[in-house]
């Protein structure tokens, strides 16, 4: 028998890929392959690696000192992140950084982007395009960069007439929650359709029923992840956040009319005190698994909270099934191989 699926250990990061024989019970467990959750940090601009394989944590303290998201690129053994500061605006990657095996490293830059961001939310990939969504401003920017071999240039900036913070590619299509509001837009081909500075509609603008305020949002295997921040301020804003799992995305969205609401009817909420969100920020889902990685911002000063099973739940009040401190979590990259 061959067991190809990601099993829980309980803790934060820590998953076992194991294999075994029908005619040996006491078969080794093999590890193999690669399964990386990267996360960055308000609180000194730090990248920490959980191998989600082996169990093994890294932590790179970089030159940025607050940075809000982050890619990984196996092409050149990298990561990038959006850095965030008054004198730190741009992307910034770090090369062959599978090299360096020790628990804590301090890293220089490699290569920059021009600096151009001002208040980066989230970073997304498509190719060589890397797209950072801005809401420094009420009108929320996208600012495009292209790739090339060591350097990036600022290919133009697209601006929306309303405030930004998630986003991600789905296809050549770029999904963006709509800050201060429940609302999902999309722009198709965005990188085709959008090569010029220029303010622009998106394709589609459709409402998610239940959700208060929504941050982050991420997409696989035809299920789309929204979280919901709820009051970012108040009695009880670091328990009444959430998240929604919306599965057969790409129908029910097609189904929803440009300015119509998607029912909560057709998808599955998680919220309540025993969730442990309050200002789910961003989120990384993975099909394989159906787990759900959530940087959690405002509960214990931040977290990294899994959530198991998630399509095939009824939701509701669940705790985590596990749950990682780290300060000023503010971004996640989920890298398999």
Known sequence: MNISKFLYLGAIGLFALTSCSDDDDDSTVIVDGTADLYATSHTDGSVTKYDLLRGGITTYSTEATDAEGIYYSPDDDSFTIAAR?????????????????????DLTVDFSSPAALQSPRDLTVNGNIY??????????????????????TLRNTVTVEFAVWGIEFVGNDLYAVV??????AVFTNF??????????????????????RTHGLDFDGDTMIMTDIAAASGGDF????????????????????NGGTLAVEDQIRFAGDATLLGNPVNVVYDAETDAVYIAELANGGGKINVYGNVSSSNGGNVAPTSSAVLSGVSSLYLYKD
């Open 238 to 257: 670091d328990t009444d956040g959430g998240f929604h799992v919306i599965t057969n995305f790409d129908s029910k969205f097609d189904a929803v009319e």
């Open 191 to 212: 990188t085709s359709s959008n090569m010029t500075d220029a303010t622009v509609a998106p394709t589609k603008r459709i409402t998610v029923e239940g959700i208060v």
């Open 131 to 152: 797209v950072v969504s801005d809401n420094a401003n009420d009108n929320g920017r996208f600012f495009v960069f292209e790739k090339d071999g060591t350097s990036f």
């Open 85 to 105: 500061g008054a004198t730190q605006t741009s992307l910034q990657t770090y090369l062959s950084i599978s090299d360096l095996i020790d628990a804590s490293l």
């Open 179 to 184: 800050d201060s509001s429940s609302d999902l």
